[in-house]
């Protein structure tokens, strides 16, 4: 009986022994999930730029801010600071980042701020935004093209 206790006590040992390096070897993964070199950050093993996870960030908050004015909800945004940084942030194709870019950034980030300051016809306001976003990224981008269409107001 006695060598039933020490044997189990030992695989008990053994296990919590072993779930405590699988706890470690997580906490490693998640460390490796996520880390920041140069204005590149891996995730899931996939390298994304600042200025990716700036527009994703972007993409995420139009999302819910559509989803609000689809229901009549009253909005307040107030990320206009935030997004200048697609001025700055490290892109993925850093050789796109040219005056054509700058000018068509600096046209959403006027299309957002009059989208702020909208107080009347607030989807037509939303759309126009949006209609920034999409001529940068027919030119430069294409990949969130149909994403961003998606995000579109029924106006009327």
């Known amino acids: 009986m006695k060598k039933w206790i020490v044997l189990i006590s030992i695989v008990c040992f053994a296990i919590a022994c072993?779930?405590?390096?699988?706890?470690?070897?997580?906490?490693?993964?998640?460390?490796?999930?996520?880390?920041?070199?140069?204005?590149?950050?891996?995730?899931?093993g996939v390298e994304r730029s600042e200025l990716a996870l700036t527009m994703r960030d972007m993409y995420n908050q139009m999302k819910s801010v559509r989803?609000?004015?689809?229901?009549?909800?009253d909005i307040k945004t107030n990320y206009l600071?935030?997004?200048?940084?697609?001025?700055?942030?490290?892109?993925?194709?850093?050789?796109?980042?040219?005056e054509l870019y700058q000018g068509m950034a600096a046209n959403f980030l006027a299309r957002y701020e009059?989208?702020?300051?909208?107080?009347d016809d607030r989807p037509t306001a939303f759309n126009q935004m949006l209609d920034a976003c999409l001529a940068c990224h027919q030119q430069k981008c294409p990949g969130p093209v149909k994403a961003i269409n998606k995000l579109k107001l029924n106006e009327g």
């Not at 405590?20 to 998640?30: A, F, I, K, L, R």
């Not at 989803?67 to 909800?73: I, K, N, P, T, V």
């Open 81 to 98: 600071e935030r997004y200048k940084s697609i001025h700055t942030d490290h892109a993925t194709e850093p050789e796109k980042i040219d």
């Open 114 to 119: 009059a989208f702020e300051h909208a107080t």
């Open 67 to 73: 989803d609000s004015l689809q229901a009549g909800q």
């Open 18 to 44: 072993q779930e405590n390096q699988n706890q470690s070897d997580t906490e490693e993964d998640q460390d490796e999930k996520m880390e920041q070199k140069e204005g590149i950050t891996l995730i899931n």
